[in-house]
């Protein structure tokens, strides 16, 4: 079966409080797809017979503390979903508040491509 990429979108997520590359990759997630509309994949019947998977690819420092289960609940969609995260993005400099869970004045800010690709009909 031949996948083909239907789209790609972009998506940068900050975590100015708290430190977590969790919640700066959710955050990118939710910023590559929340200004997607695409009606006419559904209405259009554009898609129908066809099979639609994901892949996510995330930067942000830290990579190897985040939980892949929590970015996959940004998604809008319950989608077959590759989620690839690895080290990168930024940290960069902001302002420690203890009362908001800084443990310094860090940022980290995470960026995410999703690919969104398509299978129809082919064996």
Do not use: Y
């Amino acid at each position: 079966m031949a996948w083909h990429k239907l789209f790609i979108e972009m998506g940068m997520g900050v975590d100015q409080h708290g430190q977590n590359p969790t919640r700066a990759c959710q955050k990118a997630v939710k910023d590559a797809v929340h200004r997607v509309c695409m009606p006419s994949l559904v209405e259009g019947g554009l898609l129908s017979g066809c099979k639609v998977k994901l892949t996510v690819d995330l930067a942000v420092p830290g990579a190897g503390t985040v939980d892949i289960s929590q970015v996959r609940e940004a998604l809008p969609l319950s989608m077959d979903a590759d989620i690839v995260v690895q080290e990168g993005g930024l940290k960069a400099k902001g302002v420690a508040m203890e009362e908001l869970g800084d443990k310094s004045d860090d940022m980290f800010i995470a960026v995410a491509a999703i690919t969104v690709w398509v299978s129809c009909g082919e064996e």
